[in-house]
């Protein structure tokens, strides 16, 4: 018997938002979609993870697929498309799928609901489908230098007919933007350019994927950043980015992190020592939860792995670090009464380091260390900030002592929040915490509280983010992907 494609009730709920929000057609058959979701996943560089989609038995409440709904198998003639499935993911699997049935056709579901899940992260919940289709699945961007110098000069006519006089003299292609770097004329030029992003995206017919402009590093020149479609984005995986953890910039970190890359694709390390906190805020979809991993298999892959503490209000996100050996409480924090607690015992841990500061005659964990001590650099990490705000204001009191005087200490906090509120990121926490990632949010007004500045409402989500490190200006950054192999590698090696 033909093995059928098991879909869970997310996978089912995903389908649904789609035919009824995006395409208001919700008497569609749910495979129109999933054949989309299908050609979406092959057009990825990798294979699915089997870790992340396992085969699954039959669903409650979920979906079960004939893979002659999706690919035509057991259909007559030319309405039978599964040998060529067979092939192409014969190819991603690097196995002969032609002999093996069992293993087909768990691919093909692996590949669905990667595809359901990747479409569910790039079209936003409530707008048109088709426009989604049109922008970033079956658009072709700049693929090639020489589709990229047309582009360019179309940039250079729009900013001519803005009375912008500019020379464009670089072009250079990131994993999601081309840069243009041009020479400008006059001093009014850059003013006049900026207030025209939005007739740059409008007149390259960019949509909802907004243009930026920014200042060189040379005098009177500007890099003009145009995103490209997500179906011609280069994917950045974490192993590709894991050494830069063990170059000559990290060697001078005390705790470095990769957070992704930047605009061009090289590693975007920051030392989170220094930092000596951060906050990050992003909405559903953003990437904030493959951040915050990014951040842990950082801390962890360093070659000085300090202890940690993590809160997950929800129980699901660090569930896979729970037998990490580093883990000060022992398991991984969830309740608000249990935070709590753990972060008064942080403030005591504060303070008695202070007071063997104080007996060794130094003034922080670095002149401790050269004195003989052992401490270790301590990094809280609490996911779901909001929520816990919701649920107890007296969170407030402890963060605000720890983000005040635990960086001597070596303590060091690391937010995130899908809500960046005025009540879930209020000022005396904010400034305590002056290193900032903004992922994609819906409202100015959310990027402000974040970065104290606009333009997260801009981003493209899926991992792409402005970093605001330490009082110097933003810049822009693209997160890895991170599959559950790395993170599984990672706590193998700490546990």
């Known amino acids: 018997m033909v093995a059928r494609v098991q879909l869970t009730e997310k996978d089912k709920n995903i389908l649904q938002q789609i035919m009824e929000e995006g395409w208001q057609r919700p008497d569609l058959d749910y495979w129109t979609i999933a054949r989309l979701a299908l050609a979406r996943s092959l057009q990825m560089s990798n294979a699915p993870d089997p870790e992340a989609y396992p085969v699954l038995p039959v669903q409650e409440n979920g979906i079960q697929m004939h893979p002659e709904q999706l690919i035509g198998e057991t259909r007559q003639g030319e309405d039978d498309y599964s040998d060529v499935y067979r092939a192409m993911i014969s190819v991603y699997e690097g196995k002969d799928l032609f002999a093996d049935e069992a293993a087909f056709h768990a691919a093909l579901q692996r590949h669905v609901r990667r595809g359901i899940a990747t479409l569910a992260a790039e079209w936003t919940p409530g707008s048109d489908f088709n426009r989604y289709l049109l922008q970033d699945m079956f658009t072709e961007g700049p693929e090639n230098d020489e589709l990229a110098g047309e582009l360019g000069d179309q940039v250079a006519g729009i900013m001519a007919e803005m009375g ?16 243009f770097t041009f020479q400008l004329t006059g001093l009014d030029d850059l003013s006049r350019l900026k207030r025209g992003e939005d007739k740059l995206a409008f007149g390259l017919g960019l949509g909802d994927r907004a243009a930026t402009v920014s200042s060189a590093a040379v005098e009177r020149q500007v890099w003009v950043d145009i995103p490209r479609p997500a179906s011609q984005w280069r994917t950045i995986d974490w192993g590709d980015l894991e050494p830069s953890l063990r170059s000559k910039a990290a060697e001078g970190m005390s705790l470095p992190v990769c957070l992704g890359t930047d605009v061009l694709g090289a590693p975007m390390l920051i030392d989170l020592a220094v930092a000596p906190h951060l906050f990050l805020g992003g909405t559903t979809g953003s990437g904030k939860s493959m951040t915050l991993h990014g951040i842990l298999l950082s801390l962890l892959s360093g070659r000085d792995v300090p202890d940690l503490l993590l809160v997950d209000p929800k129980a699901v996100e660090f569930a896979p670090y729970k037998s990490l050996k580093n883990l000060i409480t022992g398991e991984i924090v969830t309740s608000v009464g249990d935070t709590l607690a753990a972060l008064n015992d942080l403030i005591k841990e504060m303070n008695r380091r202070q007071e063997e500061f104080t007996e060794l005659g130094v003034r922080d964990l670095a002149e401790a260390r050269e004195a003989g001590s052992d401490l270790k650099r301590i990094v809280a990490v609490i996911d779901e900030l909001g929520d816990l705000f919701m649920q107890s204001d007296e969170i407030e009191v402890p963060l605000i002592r720890l983000a005040s005087k635990a960086r001597s200490a ?86």
């Open 410 to 495: 070596g303590i060091h906090l690391v937010l995130a929040t899908q809500r960046p509120e005025a009540a879930t990121f209020p000022g005396m926490l904010r400034s305590n915490v002056p290193s900032r990632v903004a992922l994609t949010v819906q409202k100015g007004s959310e990027s402000r509280i974040i970065l104290d500045d606009g333009g997260a409402e801009k981003l493209l989500g899926r991992g792409d983010m402005l970093v605001k490190f330490s009082g110097q200006a933003a810049v822009r950054a693209h997160g890895p992907r991170i599959q559950s192999s790395d993170i599984s590698g990672a706590v193998g090696d700490n546990a």
């Open 164 to 179: 912008v006089d500019g020379r464009l003299i670089q072009t250079a292609q990131g994993p999601r933007l081309t840069r």
